[in-house]
């Protein structure tokens, strides 16, 4: 099992930043794919990015690219999700997820379904 606990989300004025914090603990042995979603009440979890092992590609959201940025510490066990230039559109819970190896390779990249073990989730407000 894997027990993820995110943090760092908070309110901030359009054309801030923050930085989301996810720590992993449990059985980890830093061959996870890493993920962060969120969501809005009546909407589905969408994916925003994700961080694969082997070499660590990583994938962004239409919405997020160029914005947002997916980090690890290996050493930490803590993947970073740094956002810049926040939306309004950006306000949502934020949830950090975690697979062994490549998560079930019969989703797309940023599905939820393919990720295993979620965190409670981080609130993320911007205010226009």
């Known amino acids: 099992q894997v027990q993820l606990v995110e943090s760092g989300g908070g309110s901030v004025q359009a054309g801030g930043s923050l930085r989301l914090s996810c720590v992993a603990s449990?059985?980890?042995?830093?061959?996870?794919?890493m993920g962060w979603f969120r969501q809005v009440p009546g909407k589905e979890r969408e994916g925003v990015a994700a961080?694969?092992?082997?070499?660590?590609?990583?994938y962004y959201a239409a919405s997020v690219k160029g914005r947002f940025t997916i980090s690890q510490d290996n050493a930490e066990n803590t993947v970073y999700l740094q956002m810049n230039n926040l939306k309004p559109e950006d306000t949502a819970m934020y949830y950090c997820?975690?697979?062994?190896?490549?998560?079930?390779?019969?989703?797309?990249?940023?599905?939820?379904?393919?990720?295993?073990?979620w965190g409670l989730g981080t609130q993320v407000t911007v205010s226009s």
């Open positions: 449990g059985y980890t042995d830093n061959r996870e794919s």
């Open positions: 997820a975690a697979a062994p190896g490549y998560g079930d390779s019969r989703y797309s990249w940023l599905n939820p379904a393919r990720f295993n073990y």
């Open positions: 961080i694969y092992p082997g070499g660590g590609s990583s």
